[in-house]
């Protein structure tokens, strides 16, 4: 119980909690890419409340940053921080499934 109470903290925003470092990587103004951009922002806000850094690079403008990310599909989120470099692909629509990818307590 001590774990979900902690998760739960974190989740609140705890000043404590390790700041979130993300890269989204998306390929211009296609819809896929454009939803991923809402939903990050919206989920980042509602769950994170500042408590994140998240840099959106586009690869047609920034290929530079792209490199060494070994890339497979776009959009692509990593999680750079805290703990452990977790990968998501897709338009984040999944909240659950995104909160999961980044170590946080599950919605019902």
């Known amino acids: 119980m001590a774990d979900k109470e ?8 705890n000043a404590e909690a390790s700041a ?3 890269r989204l990587f998306i390929i211009g103004a296609s819809p896929n890419s454009i939803r991923a951009v809402e939903n990050l922002n919206i989920l980042c806000e509602k769950y994170l409340r500042g408590n994140y850094e998240l840099k959106i690079v586009d690869i047609h403008q920034q290929p530079e940053l792209a490199q060494g990310e070994d890339i497979i599909a776009l959009p692509l989120l990593i999680k750079k921080a805290p703990g452990t470099e977790r990968r998501m692909i897709g338009d984040m629509s999944d909240t659950n499934k995104v909160l999961k990818g980044l170590g946080l307590p599950e919605i019902s």
């Open 20 to 22: 979130y470092v993300l």
């Open 6 to 13: 902690k998760d739960f903290t974190d989740y609140e925003g």
